[in-house]
């Protein structure tokens, strides 16, 4: 019981911090969908659908952070200048946002 409980909860973990792994993970180079969906499987032992992946870099596209290029017969994502701004202020603020994580457990 306690396993499935939290392989579900580390799945909905990773789906809601999707964009964010993106863009972190963007930092260290370009990615296709696949390079995401292949790192998130190594990374966390779970399997996301390309829908899923490829909605995400689209929203993030749309929003600015990311630009996305054709080359060699598929869509490579890389960080926009706006991108790069937004994963430094996430690591700027990774202490505030750990510190709220742990409010979430934290009892009273």
């Keep these: 019981m306690e396993s499935e409980v939290l392989n579900e909860m ?12 993106i863009l972190m993970e963007l930092r260290k180079g370009p990615l296709s969908g696949y390079d995401v969906i292949s790192l998130i499987h190594k990374k966390f032992h ?29 869509r ?9 701004e937004t994963a430094v202020t996430l690591l700027n603020s990774k202490d505030k946002i750990l510190e709220f994580i742990v409010d979430v457990f934290a009892s009273e």
């Design 10 to 21: 580390n799945k909905k973990i990773v789906q809601n911090f999707l964009g964010m792994i």
């Design 46 to 74: 779970m399997l996301l659908s390309s829908g899923t992946v490829y909605s995400y870099l689209y929203a993030l596209e749309r929003d600015g952070l990311v630009i996305g290029q054709h080359k060699r017969r598929k």
């Design 76 to 84: 490579v994502f890389m960080l926009t200048e706006r991108g790069k």
